[in-house]
T-cell receptor, first 108, second 116 residues
């Protein structure tokens, strides 16, 4: 069973700061997902990665398959980025294993 | 893009009653649907995997007679919490995978169940 560790658990930053959230996992995977969960609970899929790097707007996600590690970066952070960010990994056609999430607060 | 509709978004019921949650893929055929549960301040946990037309596969510790999953069509899966109790109060989320790729998942918005 894959163990997914996220850090930090909680992060408070000022608007405009560069944010990094880390995720490490224990077993080889076929894909890693970064998800955003808002206070109401709804989940938005931000990225799905199997290698390299992806960028969408102010969000950047990277993955190092050899080191079993991924990072999610937010540039020019904004209060509306405040949410829980969840890393989830999958192997083949199986369901996902989730990290515990990083609770991000961006203060104006 | 792919959209998954989950309904209801929240439900309150009395202990002992059954509650049905629907998960629909609106613009694609979902060959596989996953059901997850999230207790307050905990991570999402996979409950079961359902493939259209076959019985769901439940994760260890999830009671299949209590959490009935039906995936009768390629666009609809339902989760029925039978004889709900307060400890079943949780946030239930579905995700769906189409035929475009094993790793592409679309999540529903979730259903918050409160059992009184």
């Amino acid at each position: 069973k894959n163990e997914v560790e996220q850090s930090p658990q909680n992060l408070t930053a000022q608007e405009g700061e560069f944010i990094t959230i880390n995720c490490s996992y224990s077993v080889g995977i076929s894909a890693l997902h970064w998800l955003q969960q808002h206070p109401g609970g709804g989940i938005v899929s931000l990225f799905m990665l199997s290698s390299g790097k992806k960028k969408h707007g102010r969000l950047i996600a990277t993955i190092n398959i050899q080191e079993k590690h991924s990072s999610l970066h937010i540039t020019a952070s904004h209060p509306r980025d405040s949410a829980v960010y969840i890393c989830a990994v999958g192997v083949g056609a199986d369901g996902l294993t989730f990290g515990k999430g990083t609770h991000l607060i961006i203060q104006p | 893009g792919a959209v998954v509709s989950q309904h209801p978004s929240w439900v309150i019921c009395k202990s002992g009653t059954s509650v049905k949650i629907e998960c629909r893929s609106l613009d694609f055929q979902a060959t596989t649907m996953f059901w997850y549960r999230q207790f307050p301040k905990q991570s999402l946990m996979l409950m079961a995997t359902s493939n259209e037309g076959s019985k769901a596969t439940y994760e260890q510790g999830v009671e299949k007679d209590k959490f009935l999953i039906n995936h009768a069509s390629l666009t609809l899966s339902t989760l029925t919490v039978t004889s709900a109790h307060p400890e079943d109060s949780s946030f239930y989320i579905c995700s769906a995978r189409g035929s475009s790729g094993a790793n592409v998942l679309t999540f529903g918005a979730g259903s918050r169940l409160t059992v009184l």
